[in-house]
């Protein structure tokens, strides 16, 4: 009875989707996970990040980051990324995944960035 009814209410509850970036949008939520691996600060130079608030291929879809993010160095978006997957913390349960890649502009962005 309890598992028939959480299944109801799980199909009434609207979902949104889980987007996934690629490796070199860096977002707070990747700081912060990134955070809970090290004691050491996190520190991400102006000469290797750009402030964007959304990927040319979301333009169309009319979507953006929440919270905007930065456009990052191949070396500094290993680093978080190594971070980020030392404390595994759980993934929210969706139905639906969208992933967004970059544009030839952006990685043209990225490689004056990994040129500093």
Request: with cysteine; charged share 30%; glycine share 4%.
């Amino acid at each position: 009875m309890e598992n028939a009814n959480t299944k109801a209410t799980w199909d009434l509850v609207k979902h949104t989707p889980h987007y996934k970036y690629p490796d070199n949008v860096i977002r707070v939520t990747d700081i912060v996970r990134a955070g809970r691996a090290t004691t050491d600060p996190i520190a991400i130079s102006a000469d290797n990040a750009v402030c964007i608030s959304r990927l040319d291929s979301q333009r169309a879809s009319k979507k953006g980051i929440f919270g905007y993010g930065l456009l990052v160095d191949d070396e500094t978006a290993d680093k978080i990324n190594k971070l980020k997957q030392l404390p595994a913390i759980p993934k929210p349960d969706t139905k639906t995944t969208i992933t967004w890649k970059l544009s030839d502009r952006e990685r043209q962005i990225i490689d004056k960035l990994n040129q500093n």
